[in-house]
């Protein structure tokens, strides 16, 4: 057995905000905080400048923290009368070029989900965190479930791709935060923070990087005159300027299927330019998009797949079962959508089992199933839960002592 | 001649592409768009600052044809996109064009909250007394008894008074016109962008295809005929015994009352808590 010492956690993706010390800004350097908090901070930290919501838990600190900080920096809150009116307002102030993001949960998340897919079709930036609880419907407010992992990409009707984020940490909330901001900007799509609910009121201790270190993307803005201006322009690699309502543009934005200036069309070939647009601007920048923390995995002949907080409990399992000698990795997605592909087709090259465990009926499994050749494959083991409580290290233990 | 009618309309209208336009022959809501760039052009805005937001439906097919900033949103939810943009650029001049169905059903929410905060924007309803674009089905403003596609046996619900909605939520400017007043009209959408708060017009219409048809109201011509002889000024109710005003179309401004602005407040609120920072 090689030695698991050697090895070392690989995150396969860049790290948007590096930490450096300085000593002028000694109140941000180490905190503690909640994942809610941390989320607020974040939106901060990228810009946010606009916040529109409707009070729901496990989430309501996120507005509560906004509601304090963004009146001091002219940034604007405002509580809206639902959380349909939350998004609708948020991607009317991104077009006139505010940085928008709304925090929610489940009951809400559902209540968004037209709106979210006109903030896609019209490729309109935003962000939507939303803190996932036991569902369906009000379920248990206050317990934890990984439950909203498919709305997140299939919530709003049509093919409508979507780039879905997935902290497993407090720190990461802050961090994935902040470039979900800036994936949003930088796409011109609704871009989604899913958290666990108790990553959302969990505390830990942050180590803050300095706001000069934080990379902070925003928008491209046309240079082109107006007459010239295209909302969609075809010749930008799918991530064409945006303009901004009220600075002399004057164009038009549908929520109808429309043409590369923005307006309605029913003609079949600019339906299906518009159609590619929207899913080659995902496709074509993976790289880009998808991250994925592999734990251990260089030697392992069993893998877990998890997300969230439920990668939490594995990391725990793959220590007490390397300390036995098994070796067993974990293979963790930070983006959930664009699932990472590639990564799982070389996990599933690379070991004889993989155990996914997560907080509902079978969720991000049948991903695995979709990339595994062997339909009918048993090695391929699943531990769900949907009772409130948490998968613990223990459970995913057991399993990993069971197969091996 | 650089005044005539239709050439101020020709000035602020798209051109390339979005002609001909969806609406049937008839059909109000182009007197409707008239009228609201006849008030804008009136008052020498600037179009730039003029953002033109619509829900679903006929008449929220609007904003496309003119050379505003314009954005065709969801159904019911044109106020709330409106509010977002308002709030982020307050000196632009919001203008929502909405259906009855669009405002007062799926869009009953948003129109009582944005009228409560008393946000600075200027709706304009085109009611016609039905869901145009669907092919005429009930809706909140159908009239008790009268004939939908949803209603085949006539509509057994009450209607909703739009304007009295308007002011029950607080709307701070609300009028009611036709759309055969067309100067009547013009006027009041002026007056109503340039009241800082929440504004409601109703504009009453004729859907002909649909409502008239169903309603045996005979063709546009009759419909208007109509708004003009059931339709009484406000400041000729007083005048008149009840009897001949029951049932009457009353046109007017109901409510021009001053009141705090959202925008005002929130600008206020920055101020305030910025002070305290800086102590
Ligand atoms: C969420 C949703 N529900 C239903 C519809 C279908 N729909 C489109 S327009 C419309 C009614 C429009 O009526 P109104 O607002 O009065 O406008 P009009 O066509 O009469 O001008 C409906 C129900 C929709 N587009 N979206
Ligand atoms: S259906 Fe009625 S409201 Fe719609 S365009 Fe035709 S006449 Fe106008
Ligand atoms: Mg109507």
Redesign the interface.
Request: charged share 20%.
């Given at each position: 057995m090689p030695k698991t010492k050697t090895e070392k956690t690989k995150v396969a993706a860049v790290k948007e905000a590096p930490i450096k010390e300085s000593p002028k800004k000694d109140n941000r350097k180490v905190v503690l905080m909640q994942g809610n908090e941390a989320v607020a901070l974040g939106a901060l930290d990228a810009g946010v400048n606009?916040f529109?919501g409707y009070p729901i838990t496990p989430s309501t600190e996120i507005a509560e923290i906004l509601a304090a900080e963004l009146?001091?920096r002219?940034g604007?809150f405002?509580q809206?009368?639902?959380e349909?009116?939350?998004i609708?307002?948020?991607?009317?102030?991104?077009?006139?070029?505010?940085k928008?993001l709304t925090a929610t949960s489940g009951p809400g998340f559902s209540l968004m989900q037209?709106?979210i897919g006109?903030a896609k079709i019209t490729e309109t930036p935003c962000v939507v965190v939303n803190v996932q609880r036991s569902g369906p419907s009000t379920g248990m407010p206050t317990s934890p479930a990984q439950g909203d992992i498919m709305q997140a990409k299939w919530g709003t009707h049509g093919d409508a791709p979507a780039i879905v984020l997935y902290p497993d940490s407090v720190k990461e909330s802050y961090e994935l935060t902040i470039r979900a901001v800036n994936l949003s900007e930088k796409y011109r799509t609704c871009v989604i923070l899913l958290l666990d609910e108790v990553i959302g009121h969990m505390r830990e201790a942050v180590t803050l990087p300095d706001i000069e270190n934080v990379r902070v993307i925003s928008r491209i803005k046309p240079t082109v005159p107006p007459q010239w201006y295209k909302h969609y322009d075809e010749n930008q690699k799918y991530l064409s300027p945006l303009a901004s309502?009220?600075?002399?543009?004057?164009?038009?934005?549908?929520?109808?299927t429309h043409?590369s200036h923005g307006?309605?069309t029913n003609k079949a070939s600019e339906a299906a330019d518009m159609m590619e647009r929207l899913r080659k601007k995902i496709s074509h920048n993976i790289r880009d998009l998808v991250q994925i923390e592999s734990h251990k995995m260089e030697d392992a002949t069993i893998a877990i797949f998890a997300a969230g907080i439920t990668s939490r409990a594995a990391k725990s399992a793959v220590a007490a079962a390397r300390a036995e000698g098994i070796k067993v990795g974990l293979l963790r997605p930070l983006t959930i959508w664009p699932f990472p592909d590639d990564a799982v087709r070389r996990m599933l090259r690379n070991v004889e089992t993989v155990i996914v465990p997560e907080l509902n009926q079978g969720q991000l499994i049948h991903e695995i199933q979709r990339l595994t050749k062997d339909k009918s494959d048993s090695n391929l083991i699943a531990i769900q839960r949907v009772n409130g409580r948490l998968i613990t290290p223990n459970d995913i233990l057991r399993k990993i002592k069971e197969v091996c | 001649m650089a005044n005539i009618p239709q050439k101020i309309i020709h000035e602020y209208l798209?051109h390339d592409?979005?002609f001909p336009h969806v609406w049937c022959s008839g059909c109000s809501n182009g007197i409707v768009l008239g009228g609201i760039i006849r008030a804008i052009a009136d008052m020498q805005l600037d179009?730039?600052?003029i953002?033109m937001?619509s829900g679903i439906g006929c008449s929220s097919r609007m904003?496309?044809y003119v050379?505003?900033?314009?954005?065709?949103?969801?159904h019911g939810?044109s106020i709330?996109?409106?509010?977002?943009?308002k709030?982020?650029?307050p000196?632009?001049k919001v203008i929502v064009v909405t259906g009855d169905g669009d405002c007062t059903a799926i869009g009953g929410?948003?129109l009582i909250?944005a009228a409560r905060r008393n946000i600075d924007l200027t709706v304009v309803l085109i009611n016609n007394n039905i869901y145009g674009m669907t092919g005429g089905q009930c809706s909140p403003t159908t009239p008790h008894e009268a004939i939908a596609t949803t209603a085949p046996y006539g509509n057994i619900e009450p209607d909703f008074n739009i304007c009295n909605l308007a002011m029950g939520a607080g709307a701070s400017f609300v009028g009611r016109t036709t759309a055969f007043h067309a100067i009547e009209m013009q006027n009041m959408i002026k007056d109503a962008i340039i009241h800082p708060g929440f504004s409601m017009v109703e504009v009453i219409s004729a859907c002909p295809v649909i409502f008239g048809r169903l309603n045996k109201k005979g063709g546009a011509p009759d419909m208007m005929k109509a708004m003009r002889d059931n339709s009484i000024p406000l400041a000729a109710v007083e005048k008149l015994p009840p009897e001949k005003v029951e049932g009457k179309i009353i046109r007017g401004i109901l409510r021009r009352d001053e009141r705090p602005e959202y925008c005002d407040e929130?600008a206020k609120?920055?101020k305030r808590?910025?002070a305290k920072?800086a102590k």
């Open positions: 606009f529109a009146p001091k002219n604007v405002v809206m009368e639902d349909i009116a939350s609708c307002a948020i991607t009317g102030a991104s077009l006139a070029g505010a928008t037209e709106g006109f309502y009220g600075e002399g543009y004057r164009f038009h934005v549908t929520g109808l043409d307006f309605p | 798209r592409k979005k179009r730039d600052d953002m937001v904003p496309v050379d505003f900033n314009t954005l065709h949103t969801l939810r709330a996109y409106a509010t977002g943009i709030l982020h650029k000196h632009m929410n948003h909250h929130y609120l920055v808590v910025q920072e």
